[in-house]
């Protein structure tokens, strides 16, 4: 293990990361924290399997390489491991610690439908640190005086299909919630929305509803497997009836989604 050819430049790394976060793409950034030498080598695993730096040692980038798909599946933020405790054979590495780290953009809410529960969703989401882009075809429902918040979008949609394409764009790292006011601009939004694949997307309403909009784009040719993974209706089961609970349920959904949890009560372990 020779530590003088263990240590990516910055600037390369740091282009790599841009490039990654510009693209809305995923990456595990896995750094040497501790060893006899080598503190301090990076190196970054993109999802889409492009690779930047080295600790300077192939077998152990392999190995590297290996769990940072596993971490990347798991959706934890931060993990601290032992080089034992995920290389085989980690020879000069043992005992090293490595910290791995997940990079994405922050997380970008796109509501589509700006009444009651459209706003409270938006303000709430704006609240927990999530990008927001607030979309209605209403130009008098996306004004300042009813959204303060610097932080959240207002884009009037002259048409929904071409403005959420835009808004939208590679899916990647979105959160779209489809809250319109009737099945016609539903099943335009999820249309829409559909085609870039985001990480999760829900629209809001009764069962018949939502069946009526899904039976729709079932019938005009989008797949099966697709429209499983619109969550229908959006959001846990909380009991809510208000806007601001029923945006609480939703965004609830999304962070659990987004952090693996399957929200079920804590204390539930308790009881069983």
Known sequence: MDSSHA???????????????????????????????????????????????TTGDATFDEALAAYARDFDASRAEAKTLRAEEFAPAPGAWRGARVLFERVEPEPHLVVCGAGHVGAALARLAHAVGYRVTLVDDRADFLTRERFPEGGIDLVTAHGWGETLKEVVGTGRGVYAAVVTRGHNEDEECLHAVLAARPDYVGMIGSRRRTNIVLGRLRESGI???????????VGLDLGAVTPEEVALAILAEAVAHRRGGDGTSLSAWRRA
């Open 7 to 53: 240590q990516t430049p910055p600037a390369e790394l740091t282009r790599a990361l841009a490039r990654v976060i510009g693209a809305g793409g995923v990456a595990v950034l896995a750094t040497i924290v501790e060893a006899e030498q080598g503190v301090g080598a990076k190196v970054l695993f993109e999802a889409e399997g492009g690779r930047t730096g």
């Open 223 to 233: 797949d099966e497997e697709v429209l499983r993974e619109v969550r229908a209706p």
